[in-house]
């Protein structure tokens, strides 16, 4: 037999995967064409192409001179049914979240990254409490407590006259009428479990593909994801459970739902205990020291279960706490129906006068937080000086800054609506004045708004220092754009445009220093808020009555400028949430800020919005395993601003023979200017050094007029280095044969219209090691003529 022929070596077919970035983007517009195929996934989140390229692996010559185009379209996953409005009621619970995320990097500090996520979570968990909270202030206090005991008060609203005392029916003991009102709070908590609940079986439960597409067992490491040495050496985002955060968000959940029903129950029970504590009465003041006493340990209880277990990212975690999952929430809603028939007993001596026993309570909670927010500093200094890196933001205290801003937009979102709540029950009169109705909310809400004035006075300075700043950079850059693009007559309206836009985006990375500060006068001025309120006892306008004209003043001018500004916040905040309900449009912009924010799983509160990653990082994994172990051929992922976050998180979690294959194109990508500085535990420096090293080959495309995307900053390796930029952008200064009309300044998007990015795919392919195509058991044999013509089509 003559020798066999060696068959030639072939690069194989080549995909481009693109992934779209925030705001999300259609396929037809990804793939510039009006009609597109969806080759895999659901109305969710899926991968489209065009459909002459459906079946582009089977005719691989028409593909010589360009790549296969992939869309994977994930937009829906944030701006989806109109039940996504509901999330902005969850802002506070997202913000909180991102904290747990801004962990200065560690390395051998296992205690001190366990304290911080501890920290994290109690913050996170007092924010759950203060909004079951605020929600019993609207419904018990202000509502069935206040008005409906104030015939002058009652008479106004007819929907009242059931619970009024001026009727005197079955329903008017305060007692009867808290138990009514529980309603309203209880009903929030089932919404938020039920909220949580559903995401969860959508997101947080669907578990990663494994098995030999995805090559369980990753030569890097010789062990598969089910041992703990799995992750040893991988960064964070590399490791095989991180993007699978059931157990925890089922733990968390039930702390959660289980501390809204006891703050419920707390208040409903609190009253009527006190009451028979104070007054030999009809009911016997044992049962109410019981209640509070099981309340005292289902408290005890949440709070060990919050504390007692974080993330395990190491493996993939299919354990599912199913008796703490069941029985906390059931047994907390147990002792919320125990507090209701207690507080329902009938007193008939039982009077409601001035405000529901327990308005200190918000003072605690806010002393709370700032106690765990100074704690949470002190912890996030201590590692980064250990392990101190420059591009860190705030010297790691971004996330307790993060975690402070969470707090305070709690508290003003809670605190605007008892103070809309409070006005619109009391009519024409002003809660807590001489000549009142109602005594209105707790005075510490009064002062919390009349400090928004300080501190929107206070960000005057910092805001006119960047002003300032950026006009003097606009200024200077306007003779190197001249050179830059070598004009001999340049305009000067021109340049000056250009040059704004170029300072303008620079302004991204000031974001640190307004933030922060904004942080630290918010907990000043919260302590101050609680100082004062807790010495006076009173709203600000009347505890400084007799200071001085020009205190006074200033302080009746803070709290009804506060005031008024929480109740333009409030009306906005539901005009917006209406809106977005309603209109697609308004959903999809608002579906950016979600973009941004849920991109990371849930760690501290776990009815914050979905996170997306968890399901379309898998996808992108999936479909780059898929793609080349049925082809071998080669690919590229292709990622637009958060759309190179995903590709990057993809990318690690890749096998390493998997990522030989691949090349990584980002261009617009935040991945170091935004997430290497504000989460460097995950983006940081060595994260990026490890994929860099990785990944077979990439490279990221920025301009100088993105206020997003920028530079990845890696050193140089041994092959090209990873950044090309600035991109020239406008592509044309002037007026041209070529280009007429005037060439738009393109910042953050349409970097496909720039010759370099076509450039860099060919040149990402063309570095991509040729595959010769594997050979099996039946090639190796040899064939007959006849079971050679029968054999089918080869692969590769």
Known sequence: MPPAIPAPTSPGPALEL??????????????DDPRVVRITGDTTAAVYRRPGDTDAEQHPERYRDRPIEEAYCWSNLTSGNGSRALWLLLLPFMVVNLAHWMRPT??????????????????????????????????????????AG???CSDGHSWLGFLSTAQGGWWSQPG????????????????????????????????????????????????????????????????PGFWYGRRLVARLRAAHTAAGFLTVAAAVAGAAARHDNAANGDVPGVYGRLIEAALAAGALVVLWVVCRRGRSERRLDNRLDRALVTYLPGAALTLLVLAVCYAAWSRPGWVSAGALP???AFGLLTLAQVLLVLLLAAVSLGLYRRTPEPRTVLYGLGGPVVAMLACALGGVMTGGVAQRVADWLDGPGTPGTAGADIPGPPVLLSWQAAVIPVLLALLLLPGLLLLVR??????????????????????????????????????????PWIVGPVAGATLLLGAAAVG????????????????GPFAEAVAEAAQSTGSWLIGLGFVLFVTWGRRAYRDPSARRTIGILWDVGTFWPRAAHPFAPPCYAERAVPDLTSRVCGWTALTRGRLVISGHSQGSVLAASAVWQLPERTRSRVALLTY?????????????????PSPLHDLHRSVHCWRNLWRATDPIGGRVRLDAGPGPEVDRGPLKDPLVYGRTPEHPLPEPVLGHGDYQADPVFAEERTALLDRLAPVVPRQTGAERTPKSPRSQGSSGRSSG
């Open 532 to 547: 004062g309120a807790w010495i006076s006892g009173e709203v600000p306008g009347v505890a400084l009555k007799g200071s």
């Open 18 to 31: 693109l992934v779209h970035g925030v705001g999300g983007a259609t396929p037809q517009e990804m793939l």
């Open 150 to 152: 104030v015939p002058d």
């Open 106 to 147: 560690a390395r051998a500090r296992t205690r001190a990254v366990r304290l911080y996520g501890v920290l994290v979570r109690l913050v996170a968990l007092s924010l759950t409490v203060l909004l079951t909270a605020a929600a019993c202030e609207v419904a018990l206090d202000l509502t069935a407590w206040q008005c």
């Open 668 to 684: 617009g990508s935040p991945i170091e200017r935004l997430y290497g500085r504000w989460f460097p535990a995950y983006f940081g």
């Open 470 to 511: 950026t006009w003097h950079t606009a200024r200077a850059l306007e003779p190197e754009i001249d050179r830059e693009y070598r004009q001999e007559r340049p305009d000067p309206a021109r340049t000056r445009q250009i040059a704004r836009i170029r300072a303008a985006a620079a302004l991204t990375d000031s974001a």
């Open 176 to 239: 009867r009428r808290l138990a009514v009102a529980s309603l309203v709070p209880t009903a929030l908590v089932a919404l938020l479990w039920f909220l949580s609940n559903r995401t969860w079986s959508a997101y947080e439960s669907q578990r990663p593909l494994t098995g030999p597409g995805t090559d369980d067992a990753d030569p890097e490491t010789g062990t598969g994801p089910g041992g703990p040495a799995t992750a040893g050496s991988r960064p964070a985002l590399g490791r």
């Open 358 to 360: 327990g308005h200190l």
